[in-house]
């Protein structure tokens, strides 16, 4: 029988990359918090911040995020924040997950549901031109309503559910595809843009199948469904494929996100990042006239009113 590193009784889990054998309690307690905390402090994610919103979509990623800030951090105030976006057979249980969460931690909530307050969802962009990449289309709105939302409850910072395998996925899909522009922008913290508040990822070194872990033996209410739009992504694909390296090669998430983290700061000098202006439609800060979601939802208007002509 395996015995846990941290208190000596039975361990039930065992880490590769850190060749550790720990039980569930010395994990929830110690270990998964501990991390979080140090994360935190080692990028100056939460300094000046009291007041702080937390995205939260229902899934695993989110659940594990909300508890374990508020057992890491117990006098932040902590404000969840959840987009309903009509997704069909997802989103009413995702929002129900949520409300159980929210309710349980004592966490206060604010719920956007799109089609109430802006009439389309999702799905409703198969239709136009960004329909093949709803995954990226999906990313944009919830990005830019999340920060939206954030910027008018006055929160001091955004914290979102992005963990360590993520944040590799992408930084390797930012490289290989020469985005040196998006690739630095991959940091776990990004400094506020006002309105917008400043946006922090305290699961930056949280791998993904330990918020699992974390939010199984804690029993938190989420959301098992996958998205019905997700599948064939290219994140997902990336992500199993950078699975079958960690399993031969344990640590190599860890040490792919730090040969980033070494690079990142040589690049950033010679990469140009984009003059912020305002978007011409809402308003709002955008590297373009036309913001992103703008454009989108223009092309989404378009789409529709075509439909009742
Ligand atoms: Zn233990
Ligand atoms: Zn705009």
Same mark, same amino acid.
């Given at each position: 029988?395996?015995? %846990? $590193?941290?208190?000596?009784? !039975?361990? +039930?889990? &065992?880490?590769?990359? @850190?060749?550790?054998?720990?039980?569930?309690?010395? #994990?929830?307690?110690?270990?998964?918090?501990?991390?979080?905390?140090?994360?935190?402090?080692?990028?100056?994610?939460?300094?000046?911040?009291?007041?702080?919103?937390?995205?939260?979509?229902?899934?695993?990623?989110?659940?594990?995020?909300?508890?374990?800030?508020?057992?890491?951090?117990?006098?932040?105030?902590?404000?969840?924040?959840?987009?309903?976006?009509?997704?069909?057979?997802?989103?009413?249980?995702?929002?129900?997950?949520?409300?159980?969460? %929210? $309710?349980?931690?004592?966490? !206060?909530? +604010?719920? &956007?549901?799109?089609? @109430?307050?802006?009439?389309?969802?999702?799905?409703? #962009?198969?239709?136009?031109?960004?329909?093949?990449?709803?995954?990226?289309?999906?990313?944009?709105?919830?990005?830019?309503?999340?920060?939206?939302?954030?910027?008018?409850?006055?929160?001091?910072?955004?914290?979102?559910?992005?963990?360590?395998?993520?944040?590799?996925?992408?930084?390797?899909?930012?490289?290989?595809?020469?985005?040196?522009?998006?690739?630095?922008?991959?940091?776990?913290?990004?400094?506020?843009?006002?309105?917008?508040?400043?946006?922090?990822?305290?699961?930056?070194?949280?791998? +993904?199948?330990?918020?699992?872990?974390?939010?199984?033996?804690?029993?938190?209410?989420?959301?098992?469904?996958?998205?019905?739009?997700?599948?064939?992504?290219?994140?997902?694909?990336?992500?199993?494929?950078?699975?079958?390296?960690?399993?031969?090669?344990?640590?190599?998430?860890?040490?792919?996100?730090?040969?980033?983290?070494?690079?990142?700061?040589?690049?950033?000098?010679?990469?140009?990042?984009?003059?912020?202006?305002?978007?011409?439609?809402?308003?709002?800060?955008?590297?373009?006239?036309?913001?992103?979601?703008?454009?989108?939802?223009?092309?989404?208007?378009?789409?529709?009113?075509?439909?009742?002509?």
């Amino acid at each position: 029988m395996a015995r %846990c $590193r941290l208190c000596g009784s !039975e361990a +039930e889990h &065992y880490l590769p990359y @850190a060749r550790l054998w720990i039980c569930s309690r010395c #994990f929830v307690e110690r270990f998964f918090p501990n991390r979080i905390r140090r994360t935190v402090e080692a990028y100056k994610m939460l300094e000046g911040s009291e007041k702080v919103a937390v995205a939260v979509s229902g899934g695993k990623d989110s659940a594990a995020l909300l508890h374990s800030l508020k057992e890491a951090f117990p006098t932040l105030r902590l404000i969840a924040i959840h987009l309903n976006l009509g997704i069909q057979g997802y989103s009413e249980e995702a929002q129900r997950s949520v409300e159980e969460l %929210c $309710r349980s931690l004592n966490v !206060e909530l +604010e719920v &956007y549901d799109l089609k @109430a307050e802006e009439g389309f969802t999702i799905g409703d #962009f198969k239709a136009t031109r960004y329909g093949r990449k709803l995954c990226a289309v999906c990313g944009v709105v919830k990005r830019r309503r999340l920060a939206k939302i954030a910027g008018r409850l006055g929160v001091d910072a955004l914290a979102t559910g992005h963990n360590l395998d993520d944040t590799v996925e992408s930084l390797l899909a930012a490289f290989t595809g020469g985005d040196f522009q998006q690739l630095v922008r991959l940091k776990p913290v990004l400094p506020a843009q006002p309105p917008f508040p400043k946006k922090i990822k305290p699961f930056h070194r949280t791998p +993904e199948r330990e918020a699992l872990l974390y939010a199984e033996i804690l029993g938190l209410p989420f959301n098992r469904r996958r998205c019905p739009h997700v599948s064939g992504s290219r994140s997902l694909r990336g992500k199993s494929l950078l699975d079958l390296w960690e399993a031969e090669e344990p640590g190599f998430k860890y040490r792919l996100l730090a040969a980033f983290e070494r690079l990142i700061p040589l690049l950033e000098p010679s990469v140009a990042q984009p003059e912020y202006t305002y978007c011409r439609v809402c308003g709002l800060p955008s590297s373009q006239p036309l913001c992103a979601d703008c454009k989108r939802i223009e092309a989404l208007k378009r789409v529709l009113n075509r439909g009742q002509n």
